[in-house]
């Protein structure tokens, strides 16, 4: 009977999609998604979730569109998948009262930015923009805490593999062929990122956050010592190029927090002793890169290692330092949005303004100072506060502080990495709001998600939640062994 579905979708779907692309072009594209979605559900439900990891997490070349505009909106590719998943998840599976409170706390704090921005009669068109990435994020939490130990999200894991090592590739052809990634590309230079200055490219993209999250996990693991460094290299490799080729000064806070967590976590002075190590081989081995500088010139591919190794000099590391900062455009653009938004958040503390509220006026000449600058903010934790009040920055805090806490006083291999991961990102968004970025807002919540089920104490030594019963009655196949990351016991390895 599927074979039978899926030859009469696919005649049907390529007549329709003749039949758009020749009347209406602009409209074609998202209603073959939406059908090819439907019919995902239909035949193959648990693909909603792999193809919204998919579509969310991988870098792709900038001819791929990943959003289609569709009556002066825009619909981004993985939310039409993320919507079947929720729909899925919430049908076939269950959760505890517990992970459903938490999950329910961070939707509370959307319900309230929400009530207080219709309340306040606030754009429509400003607070869809608002809301939407905090809106995907409470979606993946409730799926994750269903999900969580299943089946389906240790093949996620899989599908994440194959998802950091193409956007590698991806992300490195960009730095050394030049292929146009989408995302963000600009010159890694602090003073003047859109001239040529000959210094390295730096690439943004929407596999950044995620391959951050997972070094956060590795490095967290490796200095808990529930892991060798050499077994992390299947996800660490592509992880590491990712972020090195982003110049990111927040990778270096995110690391820093998480290594600080699972030291926390781990209490003893060997986690300790491995977090120095780890600080120090790190800066030997870029000293060494430095000092040998005119030996790589000589070398094949040493002018591109060079390029690099400048350019993070001097935009990361230099960047740290509080004199660079000080004449740093981007830097002082920060602190004056935190200036803006305590005004904005002394005028109604307790509600806030609600989504959609300009906490300051347009300034500027780019599309972004001009329509999107106003209603966004780099501080993740200030702009939870003007837009739903404390009241709403309260119920987000719940929902990831007290998994945070839980994971703290019971460390496994399992918390450990998501927590440490958890933690990296949290501490990322006091400059770079994973939350609100328009697909990272889906890795904020599977983080969060992740962290609430691996730590539900009701779930039993491999933290499965239980599934519902099939609709036609036939009984559930029995669970495979836990997966390595997401779900492992004390004596697992990652491979």
């Known amino acids: 009977m599927r074979r039978i579905l899926v030859v009469g979708a696919g005649v049907v779907l390529t007549t329709l ?9 602009s409209v074609a594209p998202l209603t073959v998604a939406a059908l090819v979605a439907v019919l995902v559900l ?5 693909w909603s979730i792999y193809l919204t990891l998919i579509f969310a997490f991988t870098a792709l070349p900038a001819a791929i569109p990943t959003e289609f505009e569709v009556a002066g909106s825009s619909i981004r590719v993985h939310e039409p998948f993320l919507v079947l998943a ?21 939707a509370a704090f959307v319900a309230v930015g929400l009530l207080v921005a219709f309340a306040s009669q606030n754009p429509v068109s400003k607070i869809i923009f608002d809301a939407r990435p905090v809106v995907e994020c409470a979606a993946v939490i409730f799926i994750a805490v269903r999900l969580y130990g299943t089946k389906i999200a240790r093949r996620c894991i899989v599908v994440f593999t194959w998802i950091l090592w193409v956007s590698a590739v991806i992300v490195f052809a960009g730095a050394t062929l030049g292929v146009s990634v989408g995302g963000r590309t600009e010159e890694a230079d602090l003073a003047n990122p859109d001239a040529v200055s000959g210094a390295a490219t730096r690439l943004l993209t929407s ?16 200095v808990a010592g529930k892991m060798p460094l050499r077994s992390s290299w299947v996800l660490g490799v592509p992880a590491l190029v990712i972020v090195i080729l982003s110049f990111s000064r927040n990778s270096i806070l995110a690391l820093g927090v998480a290594v600080l967590f699972a030291a926390l976590m781990s209490r003893t002075v060997s986690s300790t002793t491995r977090a120095v190590g780890i600080g120090l081989t790190t800066v030997a081995v870029f000293g060494l890169l430095v000092v040998m500088n005119p030996i790589l010139a000589g070398l094949p591919g040493g002018e591109f290692i060079n ?23 981007s830097v002082q653009f920060r602190v004056s949005e935190d200036g803006w938004l305590l005004q904005g958040l002394s005028t109604s503390p307790i509600f806030g303004h609600g989504f959609g509220f300009a906490y300051k006026p347009s300034a500027g000449r780019s599309s972004f100072t001009l329509d999107y600058a106003p209603y966004y903010a780099h501080n993740f934790y200030l702009w939870t506060a003007v837009k739903s009040g404390l009241l709403g920055g309260v119920l987000m805090l719940v929902s990831v502080v007290g998994p945070l806490w839980r994971a703290v006083r019971k460390p496994s291999f399992s918390t450990i990495a998501i927590a ?3 933690a990296g990102m949290l501490g990322s968004s006091f400059v770079a709001p994973v939350a ?13 998600g992740a962290v609430i089920a691996a730590t539900e104490g009701s779930k039993g030594s491999t933290g499965q939640a239980p599934e519902k019963p099939r609709a036609e009655g036939r009984p559930v196949a029995p669970s495979r062994p836990p997966s390595r990351f ?3 016991p004390e004596e697992c390895a990652l491979t």
């Open 17 to 25: 999609a003749a039949g758009l692309i020749v009347r209406q072009p």
């Open 42 to 46: 239909v035949i193959r439900p648990a």
């Open 86 to 106: 929720l729909v899925y998840s919430v049908a076939h599976f269950r959760a505890s009262r517990r992970a459903n409170l938490l999950a329910g706390a961070f």
């Open 207 to 222: 596999a950044t956050f995620p391959a951050l999250a997972v070094l956060c996990a590795i490095t967290a693991l490796v």
């Open 307 to 329: 390029t690099q190794v400048a350019s993070y000099a001097s935009r990361v590391i230099d960047g740290l330092n509080s004199n660079v900062q000080a004449s740093d455009i």
């Open 420 to 422: 440490s991961a958890l």
């Open 436 to 448: 609100l970025s328009a697909t990272s807002s889906v890795l904020f919540g599977v983080l969060v």
């Open 486 to 488: 997401f779900d492992c």
